[in-house]
């Protein structure tokens, strides 16, 4: 016990349990956020590409670059050329207000994608059928599309949430603050090992729980 208590000699706790809030807050909004850009813009790319309901190759063609295009883009360099409009838009580039914006531009392009592919598995016969019963492309959309790829749709929530996980830890190089931010400063700047150690074991664990709770809801929403 003695050994474990002199280990852990550069652990403050408060400080921990504020940096665990300000990860949770990053999470929790970019999150959002991202579903909320995202969820159309992969219903969007869907409908768009060759042989669906609204196919048009110009609109699909561009759409599909500028998700590649930031994509592509390592995160760690999204977070430096984002800062002149981070301060734009929420007055600073620092904490977690300063996060936000570009955890938001880097996942959503991701999420939607996983939208898009998540549309592509739902049943096409399915979607026929709508038509044939006169539905408009927004009762598709609604009652068959969405319904039906709600399994995939949570899948890829899963994912982007542990991607934007790590996203929080990198932003913690440009000083957004959470888990990542501590894991810098001290845990790598001053070389304090016992707080990498808590500030991975703790990343590890949020890791577990949204994997977790994620896959519940695929199979709550899946079909029997």
Request: charged share 10%; aromatic share 8%.
């Amino acid at each position: 016990m003695e050994a474990l208590t002199s280990f852990f000699v550069n652990i403050d706790w408060f400080e921990i349990w504020l940096a665990t809030g300000d990860t949770l807050l990053m999470l929790g909004g970019s999150l959002l956020f991202t579903v909320l850009l995202g969820l159309p813009l992969g219903v969007l790319l869907f409908l768009c590409s060759p042989r669906q309901l609204l196919e048009a190759k110009g609109i699909y063609a561009m759409l599909s670059l500028m998700v590649n295009i930031l994509r592509s883009l390592p995160f760690i360099i999204l977070l430096i050329v984002m800062i002149p409009f981070t301060v734009l838009i929420t007055g600073t580039s620092l904490g977690v207000a300063g996060a936000i914006p570009p955890l938001v531009v880097g996942a959503t392009p991701f999420f939607a994608r996983l939208v898009e592919t998540a549309l592509r598995e739902v049943d096409r016969g399915i979607i026929e059928a709508t038509q044939s019963m006169g539905a408009t492309t927004r009762q598709i959309i609604t009652n068959a599309l969405l319904p039906e790829a709600r399994p995939g749709i949570f899948a890829a929530i899963t994912v982007t949430a542990i991607t934007l996980v790590s996203y929080t830890a990198m932003a913690g190089v440009v000083g957004a603050g959470g888990l990542g931010d501590l894991a810098i400063r001290f845990g790598y700047q001053r070389f304090q090992t016992d707080v990498m150690v808590v500030t991975v074991v703790l990343l590890l664990v949020l890791v577990q729980v949204l994997q977790t709770v994620g896959d519940k809801l695929v199979v709550h929403f899946s079909r029997k």
